[in-house]
């Protein structure tokens, strides 16, 4: 414990039972191992993982780098549902109990990490970025509509709690799951894009979105509110439109024209003069 009666420098507010899952590849079998760990108001199970570490068991692996929720490392099974570590607060489930398990899903390397590599990998097959036939050098246009049209789904993490989440992924290794689904709606519907073909003919395939039964536990455990399960059903009107010529697809953004004269707007002052010539 970092001080009598606190745990890092703050008040206790009571003691709960860390109940976490151990795995080591180099032999045992998987089990759970429990340690006591005071808890201070706020506190995160990220930290409570911290103090078993650094004051009980320094043999405990996760994941983690940012501690704020942006960086999606340290996604884990707590208390029944997949969550970030560093986003739930010990106070906030309401249980003198936290049981902490490797995402569901993924093959577990150590204790609470994941094998992320199968979700990295279909994310990449979706041609995750912008495709184009030309090659802009300067700003491509878009509205502030045509960025509403992608932005939320853009707010995605990558954390992968999505995918353990899904009960499509569950039984079917191969479907490529609500995380890369969304990103490839992302992607079509922006309208920087040209490569609506391609990628609609990736998701489309038998892996692809039609394996999608809209269970929707994608949204609810996503902490970004990235909503995949809508991504998703609006990759599925696209897909049916677009092939029954419902909808007409759009070229690419045009390239904004190059600034050749800067114009002062009305009302804005001069700058200063330069405070160190320009020969110098
Ligand atoms: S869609 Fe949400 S849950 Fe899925 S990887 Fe992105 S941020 Fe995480
Ligand atoms: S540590 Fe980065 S999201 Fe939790």
Redesign the pocket.
């Known amino acids: 414990m970092a001080g009598e009666g606190k745990v890092f420098g703050e008040e206790i507010v009571k003691e709960v039972l860390f109940r976490v899952h151990r795995f080591s590849p180099d032999g045992g079998g998987a089990r759970m191992q429990e340690y006591r760990v005071p808890v201070r108001r706020g506190m995160t199970v990220l930290e409570g993982l911290h103090y078993i570490r650094d004051n009980l068991d320094a043999t405990l692996s996760y994941r983690f780098s940012c501690r704020m929720a942006i960086c999606?490392s340290c996604g884990m099974f707590i208390n029944g549902l997949p969550r970030l570590a560093c986003q739930t607060q010990i106070l906030e489930l309401e249980s003198d109990l936290i049981e902490v398990k490797p995402l569901p899903n993924y093959r577990v390397i150590k204790d609470l990490v994941p094998d992320l590599s199968p979700f990295f990998e279909k994310h990449r097959s979706l041609m995750p970025y912008i495709i184009r036939q030309d090659e802009p050098e300067g700003e491509l246009l878009q509205s502030p509509e045509e960025l509403n049209a992608y932005l939320q789904f853009a707010y995605?993490?990558?954390?992968?709690?999505?995918?353990a989440a899904c009960p499509t992924v569950a039984t079917d290794e191969e479907y490529f799951g609500?995380?890369a689904l969304?990103q490839a709606f992302r992607y079509t519907a922006d309208s920087r894009d040209g490569g609506w073909e391609v990628r609609m003919e990736v998701a489309c395939s038998p892996e692809g979105l039609w394996h999608c039964h809209f269970a929707g536990a994608?949204s609810e455990?996503?902490?970004?509110g990235?909503d995949?399960a809508l991504a998703i059903q609006l990759l599925k009107g696209e897909a049916v439109f677009v092939r029954w010529g419902l909808k007409r697809l759009h070229p690419p953004a045009p390239e904004a024209p190059k600034v050749t004269e800067g114009k002062r707007r009305e009302g804005i002052p001069e700058p200063p003069p330069p405070t160190v010539s320009k020969e110098e």
């Not at 455990?221 to 970004?224: E, G, I, N, T, V």
């Open positions: 999606g995605c993490i990558k954390c992968g709690l999505c995918y609500p995380q969304a994608c455990a996503c902490p970004k990235v995949p």
